[in-house]
Protein backbone atom coordinates (compact mmCIF):
# COMPACT_ATOMS: atom_id res chain seq x y z
CA UNK A 1 0.00 0.00 0.00
CA UNK A 2 1.21 3.73 1.36
CA UNK A 3 4.52 2.35 2.58
CA UNK A 4 5.03 0.24 -0.93
CA UNK A 5 4.76 3.57 -2.64
CA UNK A 6 6.77 5.64 -0.52
CA UNK A 7 9.88 3.25 -1.27
CA UNK A 8 9.37 2.65 -4.63
CA UNK A 9 9.73 6.90 -4.61
CA UNK A 10 12.42 6.88 -2.76
CA UNK A 11 14.03 4.47 -4.57
CA UNK A 12 13.02 6.42 -7.89
CA UNK A 13 14.93 9.60 -6.00
CA UNK A 14 18.06 7.69 -5.15
CA UNK A 15 18.08 6.49 -8.83
CA UNK A 16 17.57 10.26 -9.99
CA UNK A 17 20.27 11.23 -7.59
CA UNK A 18 22.50 8.52 -8.35
CA UNK A 19 22.73 9.28 -12.27
CA UNK A 20 22.04 12.78 -11.73
CA UNK A 21 26.17 13.20 -13.76
CA UNK A 22 27.11 10.03 -15.76
CA UNK A 23 30.51 8.36 -15.74
CA UNK A 24 30.55 9.11 -19.12
CA UNK A 25 29.58 12.99 -18.48
CA UNK A 26 32.22 13.26 -15.19
CA UNK A 27 34.84 11.60 -16.85
CA UNK A 28 35.21 13.51 -20.13
CA UNK A 29 37.67 13.40 -23.15
CA UNK A 30 38.97 15.41 -25.39
CA UNK A 31 36.18 15.81 -28.60
CA UNK A 32 38.76 17.81 -30.56
CA UNK A 33 41.72 15.45 -30.70
CA UNK A 34 44.11 17.47 -32.75
CA UNK A 35 45.88 14.89 -34.40
CA UNK A 36 43.24 12.84 -36.01
CA UNK A 37 44.54 13.83 -39.40
CA UNK A 38 47.61 15.62 -40.48
CA UNK A 39 49.18 16.23 -43.86
CA UNK A 40 52.11 17.95 -44.52
CA UNK A 41 53.66 19.32 -47.73
CA UNK A 42 57.87 19.70 -48.51
CA UNK A 43 58.34 23.11 -49.52
CA UNK A 44 61.75 24.15 -51.52
CA UNK A 45 63.92 24.99 -48.93
CA UNK A 46 65.59 21.55 -47.86
CA UNK A 47 65.43 22.81 -44.24
CA UNK A 48 61.78 23.40 -44.12
CA UNK A 49 59.89 21.08 -42.54
CA UNK A 50 55.75 21.56 -40.96
CA UNK A 51 55.53 24.53 -43.02
CA UNK A 52 57.21 26.37 -40.61
CA UNK A 53 57.89 29.95 -41.18
CA UNK A 54 62.15 31.32 -40.34
CA UNK A 55 62.64 31.52 -36.90
CA UNK A 56 63.33 34.81 -35.48
CA UNK A 57 66.88 35.22 -35.60
CA UNK A 58 67.32 33.27 -38.29
CA UNK A 59 68.85 36.33 -40.65
CA UNK A 60 69.17 37.78 -44.11
CA UNK A 61 72.49 35.90 -44.05
CA UNK A 62 70.75 32.13 -42.95
CA UNK A 63 67.91 33.04 -46.08
CA UNK A 64 70.79 34.06 -48.34
CA UNK A 65 72.55 30.50 -47.99
CA UNK A 66 69.12 28.65 -48.15
CA UNK A 67 68.60 30.39 -51.57
CA UNK A 68 71.90 29.68 -52.70
CA UNK A 69 71.50 26.07 -51.90
CA UNK A 70 68.47 26.16 -53.36
CA UNK A 71 69.36 27.30 -56.63
CA UNK A 72 72.80 24.95 -56.49
CA UNK A 73 70.51 22.46 -56.74
CA UNK A 74 69.77 23.00 -60.39
CA UNK A 75 71.52 21.68 -63.68
CA UNK A 76 72.43 23.98 -66.23
CA UNK A 77 69.86 22.47 -68.89
CA UNK A 78 67.17 22.94 -65.69
CA UNK A 79 68.22 26.50 -65.89
CA UNK A 80 67.96 26.53 -69.63
CA UNK A 81 64.62 25.52 -69.30
CA UNK A 82 63.59 28.27 -66.69
CA UNK A 83 65.52 31.21 -68.60
CA UNK A 84 62.75 29.97 -71.64
CA UNK A 85 60.24 30.20 -69.85
CA UNK A 86 60.78 33.04 -67.37
CA UNK A 87 57.35 34.69 -67.15
CA UNK A 88 55.37 32.20 -68.51
CA UNK A 89 54.84 30.30 -65.42
CA UNK A 90 52.40 29.99 -62.60
CA UNK A 91 51.47 33.27 -61.11
CA UNK A 92 52.87 32.34 -57.89
CA UNK A 93 56.16 30.90 -59.71
CA UNK A 94 59.79 32.37 -59.24
CA UNK A 95 62.03 33.08 -62.30
CA UNK A 96 63.89 30.41 -61.24
CA UNK A 97 61.03 27.46 -61.39
CA UNK A 98 61.11 25.10 -64.45
CA UNK A 99 57.98 26.36 -66.37
CA UNK A 100 54.59 24.19 -65.98
CA UNK A 101 54.58 24.12 -69.61
CA UNK A 102 57.12 21.73 -69.88
CA UNK A 103 56.33 19.28 -67.51
CA UNK A 104 55.64 16.45 -69.72
CA UNK A 105 58.78 16.92 -70.91
CA UNK A 106 60.65 16.47 -67.67
CA UNK A 107 58.14 13.30 -67.08
CA UNK A 108 59.73 11.83 -70.36
CA UNK A 109 62.93 12.38 -69.13
CA UNK A 110 62.51 10.41 -66.20
CA UNK A 111 62.79 7.39 -67.74
CA UNK A 112 66.17 8.26 -69.76
CA UNK A 113 68.90 5.57 -69.53
CA UNK A 114 71.23 8.47 -68.81
CA UNK A 115 71.38 8.78 -64.87
CA UNK A 116 72.61 12.29 -65.25
CA UNK A 117 68.99 13.15 -67.34
CA UNK A 118 66.95 11.42 -64.87
CA UNK A 119 68.65 13.37 -61.90
CA UNK A 120 67.71 16.87 -63.84
CA UNK A 121 64.46 15.22 -64.96
CA UNK A 122 63.09 14.23 -61.11
CA UNK A 123 64.38 17.28 -59.46
CA UNK A 124 62.40 19.64 -61.95
CA UNK A 125 59.29 17.87 -61.02
CA UNK A 126 59.97 17.91 -57.20
CA UNK A 127 60.62 21.98 -57.63
CA UNK A 128 57.26 21.90 -59.75
CA UNK A 129 55.51 20.04 -57.14
CA UNK A 130 56.57 22.36 -54.31
CA UNK A 131 54.45 25.39 -56.21
CA UNK A 132 51.88 26.92 -54.14
CA UNK A 133 49.44 26.09 -55.28
CA UNK A 134 50.81 22.38 -56.26
CA UNK A 135 50.20 21.39 -59.59
CA UNK A 136 49.42 17.89 -58.39
CA UNK A 137 46.56 17.22 -61.06
CA UNK A 138 48.96 17.89 -63.75
CA UNK A 139 51.70 16.09 -62.61
CA UNK A 140 49.58 12.81 -62.18
CA UNK A 141 47.58 13.05 -65.61
CA UNK A 142 51.56 13.84 -67.11
CA UNK A 143 52.41 10.05 -66.10
CA UNK A 144 55.10 10.95 -63.50
CA UNK A 145 54.25 8.72 -60.76
CA UNK A 146 54.70 5.25 -62.20
CA UNK A 147 58.44 7.06 -63.36
CA UNK A 148 59.32 8.30 -60.07
CA UNK A 149 58.21 4.61 -58.15
CA UNK A 150 60.07 2.62 -61.10
CA UNK A 151 63.27 5.57 -59.36
CA UNK A 152 63.19 4.55 -56.32
CA UNK A 153 62.34 0.97 -57.07
CA UNK A 154 65.94 0.96 -58.78
CA UNK A 155 68.92 -0.15 -56.92
CA UNK A 156 71.43 1.35 -58.06
CA UNK A 157 70.32 5.22 -57.82
CA UNK A 158 72.28 7.89 -56.68
CA UNK A 159 71.11 9.56 -53.11
CA UNK A 160 70.45 12.66 -54.76
CA UNK A 161 67.96 11.46 -57.28
CA UNK A 162 65.90 8.69 -54.79
CA UNK A 163 65.94 11.96 -52.40
CA UNK A 164 63.84 14.30 -55.14
CA UNK A 165 61.87 11.42 -55.79
CA UNK A 166 60.61 10.74 -52.21
CA UNK A 167 60.21 14.07 -51.84
CA UNK A 168 58.25 14.32 -54.71
CA UNK A 169 56.16 11.55 -53.81
CA UNK A 170 55.48 13.12 -50.37
CA UNK A 171 53.95 16.20 -51.44
CA UNK A 172 51.58 14.05 -54.09
CA UNK A 173 50.49 12.32 -51.21
CA UNK A 174 50.10 15.60 -49.09
CA UNK A 175 47.69 16.79 -51.63
CA UNK A 176 43.51 16.12 -51.49
CA UNK A 177 42.32 12.41 -51.02
CA UNK A 178 41.95 11.16 -54.16
CA UNK A 179 45.64 12.10 -54.93
CA UNK A 180 46.54 9.91 -52.20
CA UNK A 181 44.51 7.12 -53.47
CA UNK A 182 46.04 7.17 -56.45
CA UNK A 183 49.32 7.23 -54.88
CA UNK A 184 48.39 4.04 -53.08
CA UNK A 185 46.90 2.30 -56.06
CA UNK A 186 49.97 2.71 -57.68
CA UNK A 187 51.60 0.45 -55.04
CA UNK A 188 53.69 3.30 -53.38
CA UNK A 189 53.40 1.50 -50.41
CA UNK A 190 55.50 -1.72 -51.20
CA UNK A 191 57.96 0.66 -52.72
CA UNK A 192 58.20 3.16 -49.59
CA UNK A 193 58.39 0.18 -47.07
CA UNK A 194 61.19 -1.40 -49.73
CA UNK A 195 63.25 2.17 -49.26
CA UNK A 196 62.48 1.77 -44.84
CA UNK A 197 64.23 -1.66 -45.07
CA UNK A 198 67.21 -1.34 -47.41
CA UNK A 199 68.07 1.67 -48.46
CA UNK A 200 71.49 3.13 -47.06
CA UNK A 201 70.79 6.99 -46.78
CA UNK A 202 68.97 8.33 -43.60
CA UNK A 203 68.23 11.20 -45.90
CA UNK A 204 65.70 9.24 -48.34
CA UNK A 205 64.62 7.00 -45.59
CA UNK A 206 63.22 10.15 -43.78
CA UNK A 207 61.27 11.60 -46.89
CA UNK A 208 59.83 8.55 -47.27
CA UNK A 209 58.26 8.21 -43.37
CA UNK A 210 56.68 12.12 -44.44
CA UNK A 211 55.17 10.37 -47.40
CA UNK A 212 54.14 7.55 -45.14
CA UNK A 213 52.72 10.13 -42.76
CA UNK A 214 50.72 11.74 -45.21
CA UNK A 215 49.17 8.56 -46.49
CA UNK A 216 48.51 7.60 -42.33
CA UNK A 217 47.02 10.89 -42.11
CA UNK A 218 44.67 10.75 -44.81
CA UNK A 219 41.90 8.60 -43.70
CA UNK A 220 41.51 6.07 -41.10
CA UNK A 221 41.27 3.21 -44.18
CA UNK A 222 44.77 4.23 -45.57
CA UNK A 223 45.90 4.39 -42.36
CA UNK A 224 44.94 0.82 -41.40
CA UNK A 225 45.98 -0.28 -44.89
CA UNK A 226 49.81 0.64 -43.92
CA UNK A 227 49.31 -0.89 -40.38
CA UNK A 228 48.31 -3.81 -42.50
CA UNK A 229 51.02 -3.79 -44.74
CA UNK A 230 53.70 -4.31 -41.99
CA UNK A 231 54.58 -0.43 -41.84
CA UNK A 232 54.42 0.16 -37.71
CA UNK A 233 57.70 -2.47 -37.10
CA UNK A 234 59.78 -0.39 -40.01
CA UNK A 235 58.31 3.09 -38.71
CA UNK A 236 59.93 1.77 -35.30
CA UNK A 237 63.19 0.65 -36.41
CA UNK A 238 64.46 3.98 -37.87
CA UNK A 239 64.83 5.25 -34.33
CA UNK A 240 67.68 2.40 -33.86
CA UNK A 241 69.08 2.49 -36.69
CA UNK A 242 69.69 6.23 -37.28
CA UNK A 243 70.21 9.38 -34.28
CA UNK A 244 69.33 12.01 -37.02
CA UNK A 245 67.03 13.88 -35.05
CA UNK A 246 64.82 15.00 -37.88
CA UNK A 247 64.79 11.78 -39.02
CA UNK A 248 63.44 10.92 -35.46
CA UNK A 249 61.32 13.25 -35.91
CA UNK A 250 59.59 12.53 -39.42
CA UNK A 251 59.18 8.79 -37.77
CA UNK A 252 57.43 9.80 -34.70
CA UNK A 253 55.01 12.22 -36.68
CA UNK A 254 54.39 9.25 -38.98
CA UNK A 255 53.87 6.97 -35.96
CA UNK A 256 51.16 9.44 -34.48
CA UNK A 257 49.11 9.31 -37.57
CA UNK A 258 49.26 5.65 -37.81
CA UNK A 259 48.47 6.17 -34.11
CA UNK A 260 45.51 8.31 -34.46
CA UNK A 261 42.22 9.06 -36.46
CA UNK A 262 38.43 8.10 -35.48
CA UNK A 263 37.79 5.32 -35.94
CA UNK A 264 41.08 4.61 -33.69
CA UNK A 265 43.16 1.52 -35.14
CA UNK A 266 43.15 -1.82 -33.63
CA UNK A 267 44.97 -1.35 -30.68
CA UNK A 268 47.06 -4.82 -30.92
CA UNK A 269 48.19 -3.53 -34.22
CA UNK A 270 49.97 -0.14 -32.30
CA UNK A 271 50.10 -1.69 -29.01
CA UNK A 272 53.94 -2.49 -29.97
CA UNK A 273 55.07 0.83 -30.39
CA UNK A 274 54.45 1.24 -26.39
CA UNK A 275 58.24 0.79 -25.44
CA UNK A 276 59.39 2.60 -27.81
CA UNK A 277 57.59 5.72 -26.92
CA UNK A 278 58.23 5.26 -23.35
CA UNK A 279 62.22 5.37 -24.07
CA UNK A 280 61.24 8.79 -26.70
CA UNK A 281 59.56 10.66 -23.77
CA UNK A 282 63.12 10.95 -22.24
CA UNK A 283 64.23 12.70 -25.62
CA UNK A 284 66.11 15.78 -26.05
CA UNK A 285 64.58 17.27 -28.95
CA UNK A 286 61.01 19.41 -27.80
CA UNK A 287 59.34 18.91 -31.23
CA UNK A 288 60.17 14.66 -30.83
CA UNK A 289 58.46 15.13 -27.50
CA UNK A 290 55.54 17.23 -29.01
CA UNK A 291 54.57 14.26 -31.26
CA UNK A 292 55.58 11.44 -28.57
CA UNK A 293 53.05 12.54 -26.12
CA UNK A 294 50.07 13.50 -28.63
CA UNK A 295 50.88 9.43 -30.32
CA UNK A 296 50.22 8.66 -26.81
CA UNK A 297 47.16 10.90 -26.64
CA UNK A 298 45.71 8.43 -29.23
CA UNK A 299 46.68 5.51 -27.80
CA UNK A 300 44.94 6.39 -24.38
CA UNK A 301 42.07 7.58 -25.69
CA UNK A 302 39.85 4.77 -25.15
CA UNK A 303 38.58 2.08 -22.73
CA UNK A 304 40.44 0.72 -19.78
CA UNK A 305 42.21 -2.25 -21.27
CA UNK A 306 43.95 0.79 -22.90
CA UNK A 307 44.50 2.75 -20.50
CA UNK A 308 46.23 0.21 -18.40
CA UNK A 309 48.42 -0.76 -21.68
CA UNK A 310 49.80 2.89 -21.37
CA UNK A 311 49.87 2.94 -17.80
CA UNK A 312 51.90 -0.49 -17.10
CA UNK A 313 54.47 0.76 -20.08
CA UNK A 314 55.68 2.72 -17.63
CA UNK A 315 55.14 6.27 -18.43
CA UNK A 316 53.15 8.40 -16.08
CA UNK A 317 56.00 9.63 -13.89
CA UNK A 318 57.76 11.03 -17.07
CA UNK A 319 54.37 12.36 -18.80
CA UNK A 320 54.30 14.27 -15.03
CA UNK A 321 57.43 15.37 -14.86
CA UNK A 322 56.80 17.14 -18.50
CA UNK A 323 54.64 18.90 -17.16
CA UNK A 324 56.78 21.37 -15.99
CA UNK A 325 58.77 20.88 -19.38
CA UNK A 326 59.56 25.14 -20.73
CA UNK A 327 57.28 24.58 -23.57
CA UNK A 328 53.74 24.46 -23.69
CA UNK A 329 53.60 22.83 -27.28
CA UNK A 330 55.26 19.54 -24.88
CA UNK A 331 53.09 20.48 -22.09
CA UNK A 332 49.54 20.10 -23.75
CA UNK A 333 49.97 16.84 -25.38
CA UNK A 334 51.63 15.73 -22.01
CA UNK A 335 47.76 16.62 -20.15
CA UNK A 336 46.24 15.10 -22.39
CA UNK A 337 47.46 11.80 -21.93
CA UNK A 338 47.13 12.43 -18.40
CA UNK A 339 43.70 13.44 -18.27
CA UNK A 340 42.85 10.37 -20.63
CA UNK A 341 44.57 8.16 -17.92
CA UNK A 342 42.20 9.71 -15.15
CA UNK A 343 39.26 9.21 -17.52
CA UNK A 344 39.60 5.44 -16.96
CA UNK A 345 38.78 3.66 -13.28
CA UNK A 346 39.86 4.90 -9.87
CA UNK A 347 42.80 2.74 -9.88
CA UNK A 348 44.42 4.87 -12.77
CA UNK A 349 43.41 8.22 -11.05
CA UNK A 350 45.03 6.51 -7.86
CA UNK A 351 48.81 5.87 -9.87
CA UNK A 352 48.74 9.42 -10.96
CA UNK A 353 48.46 10.73 -7.72
CA UNK A 354 50.57 8.65 -5.99
CA UNK A 355 52.99 10.31 -8.70
CA UNK A 356 52.40 13.59 -7.19
CA UNK A 357 50.29 14.48 -10.33
CA UNK A 358 48.74 17.38 -8.43
CA UNK A 359 51.37 20.10 -7.53
CA UNK A 360 52.33 20.32 -11.42
CA UNK A 361 48.61 20.54 -12.68
CA UNK A 362 48.09 23.48 -9.86
CA UNK A 363 50.89 24.93 -11.45
CA UNK A 364 50.19 25.13 -14.40
CA UNK A 365 46.80 26.13 -13.59
CA UNK A 366 48.11 29.02 -12.15
CA UNK A 367 50.68 30.03 -14.59
CA UNK A 368 50.29 28.00 -17.83
CA UNK A 369 49.37 29.30 -21.02
CA UNK A 370 45.06 29.78 -21.34
CA UNK A 371 45.03 26.78 -23.66
CA UNK A 372 47.20 24.97 -21.16
CA UNK A 373 44.96 25.78 -18.30
CA UNK A 374 42.00 24.47 -20.36
CA UNK A 375 43.72 20.85 -20.69
CA UNK A 376 44.82 21.51 -16.70
CA UNK A 377 41.59 21.95 -15.19
CA UNK A 378 39.63 18.75 -17.48
CA UNK A 379 42.50 16.74 -16.19
CA UNK A 380 41.59 17.90 -12.76
CA UNK A 381 37.90 17.15 -13.23
CA UNK A 382 38.54 13.66 -14.45
CA UNK A 383 40.50 13.42 -10.81
CA UNK A 384 37.56 14.94 -8.80
CA UNK A 385 35.44 12.55 -10.39
CA UNK A 386 37.40 9.71 -8.26
CA UNK A 387 36.48 8.62 -4.99
CA UNK A 388 35.88 10.76 -1.67
CA UNK A 389 39.41 10.23 -0.71
CA UNK A 390 41.13 11.65 -3.86
CA UNK A 391 38.92 14.73 -3.65
CA UNK A 392 40.13 15.17 -0.41
CA UNK A 393 43.78 15.46 -1.83
CA UNK A 394 42.88 17.87 -4.14
CA UNK A 395 41.78 19.86 -1.23
CA UNK A 396 44.77 19.02 0.22
CA UNK A 397 46.83 20.29 -2.49
CA UNK A 398 45.01 23.88 -2.01
CA UNK A 399 44.10 23.85 -5.54
CA UNK A 400 40.59 24.79 -4.73
CA UNK A 401 40.89 28.75 -3.88
CA UNK A 402 42.78 28.89 -7.67
CA UNK A 403 40.00 27.55 -8.94
CA UNK A 404 37.31 29.69 -6.94
CA UNK A 405 39.53 32.80 -8.13
CA UNK A 406 39.28 31.07 -12.30
CA UNK A 407 35.43 31.35 -11.41
CA UNK A 408 35.61 35.14 -11.59
CA UNK A 409 38.74 36.24 -13.47
CA UNK A 410 38.71 33.24 -16.80
CA UNK A 411 37.10 33.65 -19.86
CA UNK A 412 34.12 31.23 -20.24
CA UNK A 413 35.73 28.10 -21.56
CA UNK A 414 37.97 27.61 -18.91
CA UNK A 415 34.97 28.89 -16.29
CA UNK A 416 32.86 26.01 -17.89
CA UNK A 417 36.14 22.89 -17.22
CA UNK A 418 36.50 24.90 -13.72
CA UNK A 419 32.46 23.90 -13.73
CA UNK A 420 33.09 20.33 -14.53
CA UNK A 421 35.65 20.41 -11.15
CA UNK A 422 32.94 21.23 -8.92
CA UNK A 423 30.20 18.96 -10.33
CA UNK A 424 31.99 16.11 -10.28
CA UNK A 425 33.54 16.86 -6.48
CA UNK A 426 30.14 17.36 -5.63
CA UNK A 427 28.42 14.49 -7.07
CA UNK A 428 29.59 11.88 -4.78
CA UNK A 429 27.97 13.84 -1.97
CA UNK A 430 30.65 14.34 0.99
CA UNK A 431 29.31 17.40 2.98
CA UNK A 432 32.43 18.03 4.45
CA UNK A 433 34.27 18.60 1.11
CA UNK A 434 31.49 21.03 -0.08
CA UNK A 435 31.15 22.98 3.38
CA UNK A 436 34.67 23.78 2.53
CA UNK A 437 33.77 24.65 -1.46
CA UNK A 438 31.17 27.19 -0.07
CA UNK A 439 33.43 28.19 2.82
CA UNK A 440 35.84 29.30 -0.24
CA UNK A 441 33.68 31.57 -2.12
CA UNK A 442 32.07 28.99 -4.40
CA UNK A 443 28.42 29.63 -3.83
CA UNK A 444 29.07 33.12 -4.50
CA UNK A 445 30.95 32.15 -8.19
CA UNK A 446 28.86 29.40 -8.89
CA UNK A 447 25.82 31.73 -8.88
CA UNK A 448 27.58 34.45 -11.31
CA UNK A 449 27.41 32.08 -13.86
CA UNK A 450 23.63 31.61 -13.80
CA UNK A 451 23.45 34.53 -15.10
CA UNK A 452 25.42 33.76 -18.41
CA UNK A 453 23.99 34.32 -21.90
CA UNK A 454 25.99 30.63 -22.69
CA UNK A 455 23.22 27.86 -22.08
CA UNK A 456 25.88 25.51 -21.72
CA UNK A 457 27.59 27.27 -18.76
CA UNK A 458 23.74 28.00 -17.29
CA UNK A 459 23.15 24.09 -17.10
CA UNK A 460 26.48 23.24 -15.78
CA UNK A 461 25.87 26.31 -12.62
CA UNK A 462 22.78 24.48 -12.41
CA UNK A 463 24.00 21.34 -12.01
CA UNK A 464 26.58 22.35 -9.66
CA UNK A 465 23.90 24.14 -7.55
CA UNK A 466 21.56 21.17 -7.45
CA UNK A 467 24.90 19.02 -6.44
CA UNK A 468 25.74 20.50 -3.59
CA UNK A 469 21.81 21.49 -2.45
CA UNK A 470 21.31 17.60 -2.33
CA UNK A 471 24.35 16.95 -0.21
CA UNK A 472 23.24 19.90 2.12
CA UNK A 473 19.86 18.28 2.42
CA UNK A 474 21.19 15.03 3.45
CA UNK A 475 23.22 16.82 6.38
CA UNK A 476 20.29 18.68 7.31
CA UNK A 477 17.85 15.54 7.97
CA UNK A 478 20.79 13.90 9.58
CA UNK A 479 21.02 16.57 12.20
CA UNK A 480 17.02 17.18 12.29
CA UNK A 481 17.67 20.66 11.04
CA UNK A 482 15.64 22.32 7.83
CA UNK A 483 16.66 24.18 5.54
CA UNK A 484 19.69 22.44 5.16
CA UNK A 485 23.22 25.15 5.60
CA UNK A 486 23.90 25.38 1.84
CA UNK A 487 20.24 26.46 1.46
CA UNK A 488 20.93 29.20 2.87
CA UNK A 489 24.07 30.09 1.90
CA UNK A 490 22.10 29.94 -1.76
CA UNK A 491 19.28 32.26 -0.13
CA UNK A 492 21.87 34.82 1.23
CA UNK A 493 23.68 35.09 -2.21
CA UNK A 494 20.64 35.66 -3.83
CA UNK A 495 20.34 32.65 -5.94
CA UNK A 496 16.22 31.81 -5.56
CA UNK A 497 15.12 34.26 -7.57
CA UNK A 498 18.06 33.99 -9.98
CA UNK A 499 16.89 29.98 -10.25
CA UNK A 500 13.16 31.09 -10.26
CA UNK A 501 13.66 33.16 -13.22
CA UNK A 502 15.37 30.40 -15.09
CA UNK A 503 12.36 28.13 -14.58
CA UNK A 504 11.25 29.80 -17.61
CA UNK A 505 14.01 29.65 -19.42
CA UNK A 506 13.78 28.81 -23.58
CA UNK A 507 15.67 26.20 -22.90
CA UNK A 508 13.57 22.71 -21.80
CA UNK A 509 16.70 21.35 -19.97
CA UNK A 510 17.65 24.51 -17.89
CA UNK A 511 13.99 25.31 -16.82
CA UNK A 512 12.95 21.99 -15.92
CA UNK A 513 15.98 21.65 -13.55
CA UNK A 514 15.50 24.92 -12.67
CA UNK A 515 12.33 24.62 -11.74
CA UNK A 516 13.09 21.44 -9.72
CA UNK A 517 15.36 22.69 -7.56
CA UNK A 518 13.07 25.42 -6.25
CA UNK A 519 10.10 22.96 -5.41
CA UNK A 520 12.55 20.54 -4.07
CA UNK A 521 15.03 22.73 -1.88
CA UNK A 522 13.09 25.92 -1.47
CA UNK A 523 9.61 25.32 -0.38
CA UNK A 524 8.00 23.88 2.84
CA UNK A 525 6.79 21.23 0.71
CA UNK A 526 9.99 20.29 -0.82
CA UNK A 527 11.54 20.52 2.28
CA UNK A 528 9.07 18.26 4.18
CA UNK A 529 9.10 16.09 1.04
CA UNK A 530 13.32 15.65 2.38
CA UNK A 531 12.52 14.96 5.25
CA UNK A 532 10.01 12.21 4.00
CA UNK A 533 12.82 10.52 1.65
CA UNK A 534 15.91 10.48 3.28
CA UNK A 535 17.12 7.73 5.31
CA UNK A 536 18.54 9.29 8.25
CA UNK A 537 22.16 7.86 8.75
CA UNK A 538 22.47 4.86 11.90
CA UNK A 539 24.12 5.65 15.22
CA UNK A 540 27.35 3.59 13.25
CA UNK A 541 27.00 6.08 10.43
CA UNK A 542 26.93 9.37 12.88
CA UNK A 543 30.28 7.90 14.56
CA UNK A 544 31.97 8.67 10.99
CA UNK A 545 29.98 11.70 9.77
CA UNK A 546 28.32 14.39 12.14
CA UNK A 547 26.21 16.72 10.95
CA UNK A 548 25.31 19.15 12.93
CA UNK A 549 24.08 23.36 13.65
CA UNK A 550 26.80 26.11 12.29
CA UNK A 551 28.35 27.15 14.77
CA UNK A 552 29.00 31.09 16.01
CA UNK A 553 32.29 30.96 14.92
CA UNK A 554 34.62 30.37 11.94
CA UNK A 555 36.38 26.28 12.51
CA UNK A 556 39.70 25.47 11.28
CA UNK A 557 39.53 22.61 8.43
CA UNK A 558 42.85 20.46 8.48
CA UNK A 559 43.59 18.70 5.19
CA UNK A 560 46.98 16.95 5.80
CA UNK A 561 48.51 19.37 7.27
CA UNK A 562 47.23 22.21 5.50
CA UNK A 563 44.84 24.65 7.60
CA UNK A 564 42.37 26.55 6.53
CA UNK A 565 39.85 29.15 8.07
CA UNK A 566 36.03 27.75 7.14
CA UNK A 567 32.47 29.14 8.84
CA UNK A 568 31.68 25.40 8.73
CA UNK A 569 32.54 22.56 11.03
CA UNK A 570 34.54 19.61 10.12
CA UNK A 571 33.74 15.90 10.54
CA UNK A 572 36.15 13.15 12.24
CA UNK A 573 36.60 12.08 9.21
CA UNK A 574 38.93 14.80 8.09
CA UNK A 575 40.07 15.68 11.28
CA UNK A 576 41.27 12.21 11.26
CA UNK A 577 42.60 11.80 8.00
CA UNK A 578 46.73 11.32 7.55
CA UNK A 579 48.35 13.81 5.93
CA UNK A 580 50.20 13.32 2.96
CA UNK A 581 53.94 13.75 2.52
CA UNK A 582 55.04 14.81 -1.11
CA UNK A 583 58.23 13.53 -0.84
CA UNK A 584 57.20 9.49 0.96
CA UNK A 585 55.15 7.41 -1.58
CA UNK A 586 55.01 5.24 1.52
CA UNK A 587 52.61 7.61 3.10
CA UNK A 588 50.44 8.33 -0.12
CA UNK A 589 49.90 4.48 -0.26
CA UNK A 590 48.62 4.39 3.30
CA UNK A 591 46.53 6.96 3.10
CA UNK A 592 45.01 5.72 -0.58
CA UNK A 593 44.60 2.21 0.17
CA UNK A 594 40.83 2.28 -0.71
CA UNK A 595 40.85 1.61 -3.85
CA UNK A 596 38.35 -0.78 -6.45
CA UNK A 597 38.70 -4.59 -5.39
CA UNK A 598 39.01 -6.73 -7.48
CA UNK A 599 41.64 -4.80 -9.72
CA UNK A 600 45.30 -4.80 -8.77
CA UNK A 601 47.32 -1.89 -8.34
CA UNK A 602 50.49 -1.72 -10.52
Known amino acids: ?34 TSVRKRKREQGLSVCRKMPMMAGQGASAAAASTAAFEASYSPLMLQYADAGAGAGAANATSMDPPLARLSDFVAMIASPQDSVVLEAVRAVRHIMCRVPCPTKAVLDAG ?8 LSRGNMSKAVLFDAAWALTNIASGESEHTKYLVESNAVPVFLNILSNCPYPDVREQVLWALGNVAGDSPGMRDGLLNQGTLPLVLRQFVA ?31 ALP ?8 SAPEVLEETCWTLASLSDGTNDKINSIVESGVCSRLIELLMYPSDAVQAPALRVLGNLASGDDMYIQVLLNQSILPCVHALIRRGQPHVKKEACWVLSNILAGTQKQVYAVIRAGIVPTLIQLLSDAELELKMEVLWCFCNATADGDIDQVRYFVSQGGVAAICALLLSVDTSAVSLALQCVENI ?11 GVTPSEFALAFE ?22 AARICERFFTDEGTQQLVDEEVVPT ?8 FGVLPAAPMTFNFGGATVQAPYATSPAVQQA ?20 GRPLF
Not at 9 to 17: A, F, W, Y
Open 1 to 34: GMEEERQQHRESVRHEQATALSADETRRRRAEFQ
Open 469 to 479: LRVGSRGAVGA
Open 578 to 597: QPIAAAAATDQLMLFHSLKT
Open 242 to 272: CNKVSLQHNAVWALANLCAGKPPPPFNLVAP
Open 276 to 283: TLAALLYH
Open 492 to 513: DAGAVQIIEELSIHQSNAISER
Open 144 to 151: AVPLLLQV
Open 539 to 546: AAQQTTFT
